[in-house]
């Protein structure tokens, strides 16, 4: 059985969850259960990233034991988990033991590989960021010094242990120049190779100033960065150190699903880091784009941070899960506007998927005594119709496999609306007075085509398609891509059906 280990990036605790950090952990979610409808072994992993001086600095701001505010905290983003309709199979904290067992023991690995030195750290830093830039990276603005993501940044000075970045500069560029797609989409990967061929410096991959960090070993007047640190969650969750496991031998490499502002930790240092322990490099990193909120930067000081729990209890779970993968492509920027939303929902969900899934089951229901009898004695249309699913089918796996979820998105809706215009050919409301036979087989067939679209949903929008297949009767643990031109053979005793996209109300 193939394997399929995806992450999301771990959090920051230092503030509660948000529609940013929602995106990249129903990304992976989506990503995860397409994978396990292919009949794949998946490992979907996400955390909490409690480190570090801007974790440490949150909880001094609320006069908590820094432990008990990452415990506090933590717990924000692991409940926040199913709320968002995502399943996962591993929660991972960077102040449990077994990671920093891992840490460590990467730490070693890569010092006994002589890839560590000690020296001294004179240069900018931004706690915000938790990141080290180059003088020339900095941007002065009246007398204060900001970063290039406009975090401030602090001049400091301390002993620290450094990586020899420099020295692994030909082997990063030899292995992207080998592994075109290990970084998506294509201009990230575009970025990061003239990142590289610009030119690496030895990065600084331990603090002294403050102590919230795990203790470098054997001198622990150091904690480790707390990237290298974060980093290797990855691993520690997979068994690390235990290379040998049945886990780490099965998923390792992994694909880490991240938003753009963190590629260069994930797709330059961590590499590195891996391959200077001996350790391949991930399989894929992908990095998507930012939401912005009503054409305006997200952040506190603005005042407009998206609750996931307001959004989500205000449009409800899938309508915001289909928008966040259908309004942008994955990879892009995207504006997350309230006009929007309804109007992507009322269209897509209500008009189109929902529409046809109503009138289809009402009349069943009506009619036929709730029963469809699954008589495929077909005609060139139908057989012209039940193709076309099958070209749907294969363009939305090629999309997927590529994680293009809003092209895969959008080839079902262009189906959906094919099955519509179907449904308004055949008429099976005027079949009822003129040919019973006819009108039973147009209705095994749209019962079907339903049934086919709401499979390829499924990854994107779950809990809806579950409320489909209980009508049909399907049992979800028996779904499997596979299978997808199997016809059914026997009749089916459908449940009633019920609106499951009510429309959303636009205000002027
Ligand atoms: N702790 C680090 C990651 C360590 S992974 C080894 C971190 N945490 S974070 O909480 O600040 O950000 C997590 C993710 O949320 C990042 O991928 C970031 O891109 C994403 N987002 C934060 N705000 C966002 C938007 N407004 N839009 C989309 N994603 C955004 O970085």
New binding site residues.
Partial sequence: MSSFFIT?????VN?KP????S??TIACDILARYHKLKGEDIFFLTGT?EHGQKVEKAAINESIKTISFVDKMSQYFKDLIPFLGCEINDFIRTTEKRHITASQHLWNKIFENNQIYLSNYEGWYSVRD?AFYTESEIIKKNNNFFAPSGSPVEWVKEESYFFKLSEWQDRLIEYYENNPTAISPKSRYNEVLSFIKGGLKDLSISRTTFNWGIPVPNNAKHVMY??ID??C??LTAIEYPDTNSAKFKKFWPGIHI?????LR??AVYWPAFLMAADLDPPKNIFA?????NEGQ??SKSLGNVIDPYDIINEYGLDQIRYFLFREVPFGNDGDFSKKSISQRVNADLSNNYGNLIQRIFSFVKKNCDSVISNNFTLNKEDEKILNESIICYQKYINHMDNMNIDKALKEVFQFLSEINIYVDKQEPWSLKKTDKKRMNVVLSVSAELIKRSTILLYPIIPSSCEKVFSIIKIDKTNINLNDFEKLPNQKILINDPFPIFPRIEIDD
Avoid: M
């Fill in positions: 999301t990036p771990i959090y920051y503030d948000h529609i940013g950090t995106y990249t990233d938790e707390v990237w974060a980093l969650n990855y991240i938003g753009k502002d963190i930790f994930h998507h784009g930012w939401w912005t930067k997200i």
